[in-house]
């Protein structure tokens, strides 16, 4: 119905100036809906024919969540982030691309030092999994991370934060309250 309403809205002439967000809405339904490559083709529409604008740079945006979130592809995710950001970075769309593009980076950094077996994995472990968790709305990847943490040898007592945060752990909603 949402995707009929949406469709409707675009089909409008006093609403043309609107019709870049009313695509990306599609979009965002199509994703939300399991559609994928219809959200991407959508979106590629709308970098097409709105050029420089906040539309691009969202739509930009919101192809980089789909690789991300959807397809757990962050290479490809940091690239369609930078293209935000290149597309219009003072967008809000542009400055959120530009902060998850720095959790990224963290990510990649406490991802390398997790694979090191010294006394900073656990430490590399748990950052990991809260970056996942607080910054990037990846429950599962951060659940992941908990669970290895609890594989390694505890002589640091970081189990139990592993434990309490992996038990806990529902959606990032709920992320700030704690398995008693």
Do not use: N, W
């Amino acid at each position: 119905e949402a995707l009929r309403a949406y469709e409707e809205l675009a089909g409008v002439k006093r609403l043309r100036a609107y019709e870049g967000l009313v695509r990306l809405r599609q979009a965002q339904v199509l994703e939300h809906t399991g559609r994928l490559d219809e959200a991407v083709a959508v979106c590629e529409d709308v970098i097409r024919r709105y050029p420089r604008s906040d539309e691009s740079a969202e739509a930009y945006y919101r192809m980089g969540r789909i690789a991300q979130v959807r397809r757990k592809d962050l290479e490809d995710a940091d690239r369609l982030y930078d293209l935000a950001v290149k597309e219009k970075g003072a967008s809000p769309a542009g400055r959120e691309a530009q902060q998850v593009q720095k959790d990224l980076a963290e990510l990649k950094r406490q991802r390398a030092a997790a694979e090191k077996p010294d006394s900073k994995q656990r430490e590399a472990l748990l950052g990991m999994a809260e970056l996942y968790l607080f910054r990037l709305s990846d429950i599962d990847s951060a659940l992941q991370a908990y669970r290895r943490v609890l594989d390694i040898p505890d002589s640091a007592g970081s189990a139990p934060k592993a434990s309490s945060r992996s038990a806990g752990t529902t959606s990032p909603a709920t992320s700030k309250t704690r398995a008693p």
